[in-house]
């Protein structure tokens, strides 16, 4: 006779959320609108990073056949996390969600009817974001990536001064779980842990990477940034991620330009604020052998001329004026 699945028939959609001592974010935010997507069926697969009394009761008291709760025996990082989800997971396409974010509702339905109609054998199929900091929303990206753009150029470099980096996040990502179960994350890593999954996936025969057009807002990813709490990735060592990032240029995966971007964006901030003299000469000249561009000397001398809060004090100021000049032409047109 034929086994029957305890948990009844398999749905067609995971979504994987790694989580460790966030109850409340993780209720109010992944959770819920994890829950509230429209697609149905699908199962959710809350995946506790360790030990966490807290956040196992928390989901004790949530009552949706839909939703698994599992417990690592021990804190392993979020990336062993999202790898137990997808050997735990029953569907055939695995969306992973952060539980500090949430979605728009539609976002799994249209990130489906993308894969479906996709050309490529392994699509992995990205959602816009919305970037949600205390000073307002920033809808991401600037612009969709180019069908012969590499990954490590459209999140790491800039078309024009005015176009910020394309950042992508696993929380935007739809994949199909064999895809996940080949190419599993790399658990020793507690930073770049996306990034890196995302460009060895693009060296997989057989991913293409669709995206969905920009600015649909049920089916967007919201990414919460600024605010004062811990985050797992915030780490501001730069010497290991300088030493990631070479070991990708070396494979292949980051060209020189990208390398540049990431030198300019991820690392320099970190030693500039500390006022590191060694990490200006390590940076500099491995900045230097990339033969950057004057925009990305620029760029990288202004971190350490200006202060942090400067900048972020020009960026406001700039922001307010600009908001004031558009709403000047508005009642002037009006």
Not at 6 to 14: D, E, F, H, Q, V
Not at 159 to 184: G, Q, V
Not at 229 to 252: N, Q, V
Request: charged fraction near 20%; hydrophobic fraction near 40%.
């Amino acid at each position: 006779m034929p086994q029957i699945d305890p948990l009844g028939p398999s749905p067609l959609i995971s979504v994987v959320i790694p989580t460790f001592n966030r109850p409340q974010l993780l209720i109010e935010r992944a959770l819920r609108s994890a829950l509230a997507q429209d697609h149905s069926p699908l199962e959710v697969l809350v995946v506790t990073d360790g030990p966490d009394p807290l956040t196992e009761a928390a989901l004790s008291t949530i009552r949706d056949s839909r939703l698994r709760a599992l417990t690592l025996p021990q804190n392993a990082g979020p990336s062993a996390a999202r790898n137990f989800g997808v050997r735990e997971a029953r569907g055939e396409w695995i969306a992973f969600l952060d539980d500090d974010d949430e979605w728009g509702p539609e976002k799994l339905t249209r990130q489906l009817e993308c894969a479906l109609q996709s050309s490529y054998l392994l699509p992995l199929v990205f959602s816009s974001w919305i970037n949600r900091t205390p000073a307002g929303d920033t809808l991401n990206p600037p612009y969709l990536k180019g069908p012969t753009q590499a990954l490590g150029d459209y999140l790491l470099t800039r078309r024009s001064p005015k176009l910020p980096e394309c950042s992508l996040t696993i929380s935007m990502a739809f994949a199909p779980r064999a895809l996940l179960t080949l190419l599993p994350f790399a658990e020793d890593l507690r930073k770049h842990e996306d990034w890196d999954w995302m460009l060895k996936a693009e060296q997989v025969p057989g991913v293409g990477i669709e995206q969905l057009p920009l600015g649909d807002s049920p089916a967007v990813a919201i990414y919460y940034h600024g605010e004062q709490r811990d985050f797992a990735s915030r780490h501001t060592f730069w010497e290991p991620s300088l030493a990631w990032a070479e070991s990708h240029r070396k494979a292949g995966r980051l060209s020189n330009r990208a390398f540049a971007g990431f030198i300019v964006s991820q690392l320099a901030p970190f030693p500039a604020a500390a006022y590191d003299g060694r990490g200006f000469a390590v940076l500099t000249r491995t900045l230097a052998a990339t033969r950057p561009g004057l925009y990305e000397w620029m760029r990288y001398f202004k971190l350490w001329a200006i202060p942090a809060p400067i900048r972020r004090s020009m960026k406001g100021y700039w922001r307010a004026m600009k908001s004031g000049l558009k709403a000047g032409k508005a009642i002037y047109s009006s």
